[in-house]
């Protein structure tokens, strides 16, 4: 069994920065990536990023390509999301999520979910 464990959301201004961290426990060789999703109100969980489980590859969404850059720990088993240049569109609930396929944006290749954490951004 994988827990995961996001943090870090918050409210911040248009043009500001979050970084958000996924703690994984009970997680092994077998989980190639990581991901993060967001969902805002009323709308589908959407991809955002992925890492391999070397942390050596990064895939993106078009929306957040350039600005959000997602990095990995496996020492400590924790993954970042680094937002920067954050618009009011990126307002959501983000969750991280662990599989085994990489690159996967589909919601249906990753196994565990964290509880999600809430980032809003104001105009």
């Known amino acids: 069994q994988v827990q995961l464990v996001e943090s870090g959301g918050g409210l911040v201004q248009a043009g500001g920065s979050l970084r958000l961290s996924c703690a994984g426990s009970?997680?092994?060789?077998?989980?190639?990536?990581m991901g993060w999703f967001r969902q805002a109100p009323g709308k589908e969980r959407d991809f955002v990023a992925a890492?391999?489980?070397?942390?050596?590859?990064?895939y993106y969404a078009d929306s957040v390509k350039g600005r959000f850059t997602v990095s990995s720990d496996n020492a400590k088993n924790t993954v970042y999301l680094q937002m920067n240049s954050l618009k009011p569109e990126d307002t959501a609930v983000y969750y991280c999520a662990a599989g085994q396929t990489y690159p996967s944006t589909s919601i249906r290749a990753y196994d565990y979910w964290g509880q999600g954490t809430q980032v809003t951004v104001s105009s």
């Open positions: 890492i391999n489980n070397s942390g050596t590859r990064t």
């Open positions: 009970g997680r092994d060789s077998r989980w190639y990536v």
